[in-house]
């Protein structure tokens, strides 16, 4: 059973619904063939029955790109916005609606590119949201254009020769940022750890930011082929706090011990080295959200009179 709170348009009832994978599916996914938003997606429903969210108080805000194609492919409520502008709507959506459980699916360019400086001021507000980035470290519905994140060296239509810069760091990128309070890091091809990862971020109060290393075997094909292909190029953050799945530890050999508390060694651990590193990277559970301190500044147009009267009282004659 489903306890429904208060919500701003009234007090919910109990809910004696239950929901399975199937109520959460929507339009037959179009995405390519072994694209890595499929495992995502599925990962996604997974999640939603798991927690049986209900699918009315339930949003998936997202930008331009194919990974921005989620809302159509998930049965709740959605916004397909304009390019960059995922982030901003959703805080919009959270304002308003902090009852509801909000989600955002951005690609590497749809959010480490023109929406860059909405990433680092949403990090900064920490509002109670779960954002996935997926990246595949191209531009991949406008057919193959360097992006924010491809490695140097890395042909792309724009740039033949290979990228010209090394890639952006997104995980380093969100660290450095002020309030972040939950950064992870998980691959499209590990399911049980990217479904682990998105659950933890769920339970995370304030701003799960989750980059998902995802697999686009159209343009990308071989960006993350040596750690699909040999699991001694992944190394896992464990931690009794961290993510926790101990059917692909015996998989994955390399393990670091890693307190997610530690901003230090998150810091370090981001830095890349050649080694794909799925975990999380870092987590404070003790930063306010940005929907309740906002919420405390606001007044009623009543309790506005009233102050308003009370400071006028101060100066009577």
């Not at 709170?5 to 959460?24: I, N, Q, T």
């Not at 994955?252 to 998150?266: C, F, G, K, Q, R």
Request: aromatic share 8%.
């Amino acid at each position: 059973m489903i306890q429904e709170g208060c919500s701003l348009l009234g007090c919910g009832v109990d809910d004696d619904r239950s929901f399975s994978m199937d109520d959460y599916a929507s339009a037959t996914a179009r995405w390519c063939p072994g694209c890595g938003d499929h495992a995502v997606l599925t990962a996604v429903e997974r999640l939603l029955a798991a927690e049986q969210l209900p699918p009315e108080r339930t949003v998936f805000v997202s930008g331009i790109g194919c990974s921005s194609r989620f809302p159509h492919y998930v049965h709740t409520y959605g916004f397909h916005g304009l390019h960059g502008r995922a982030l901003p709507v959703a805080t919009g959506v959270k304002l308003r609606r902090p009852d509801l459980h909000v989600f955002v699916v951005m690609g590497d360019g749809d959010c480490c590119s023109i929406g860059a400086g909405h990433w680092i001021h949403t990090t900064r507000y920490n509002p109670d949201m779960v954002v996935l980035m997926l990246d595949n470290g191209v531009y991949g519905l406008t057919k193959n254009q360097t992006s924010p994140t491809t490695p140097q060296g890395l042909p792309s239509n724009t740039q033949p020769k290979g990228a010209y810069l090394p890639g952006l760091n997104p995980i380093s990128a969100t660290l450095g940022v002020t309030n972040a309070s939950f950064v992870a890091q998980t691959g499209d091809w590990v399911p049980e750890h990217l479904y682990q990862t998105m659950s933890a971020a769920f339970h995370h109060r304030g701003f799960s930011f989750v980059r998902v290393l995802q697999r686009c075997p159209k343009f990308t094909e071989t960006l993350f082929l040596d750690a699909v292909r040999d699991p001694k190029n992944v190394e896992l953050l464990l931690h009794p706090n961290g993510i926790v799945a101990p059917e692909i530890e015996e998989i994955y050999e390399n393990h670091t011990s890693h307190d997610p508390s530690d901003l230090n060694s998150a810091h370090r651990l981001a830095q890349e080295d050649g080694r794909v590193r799925l975990g999380l990277f870092y987590q404070n559970r003790g930063l306010p959200v940005y929907e309740e301190v906002r919420s405390e500044h606001l007044h009623s147009a009543e309790q506005k009179l009233e102050l308003l009267n009370a400071e006028l009282d101060r100066y009577a004659v």
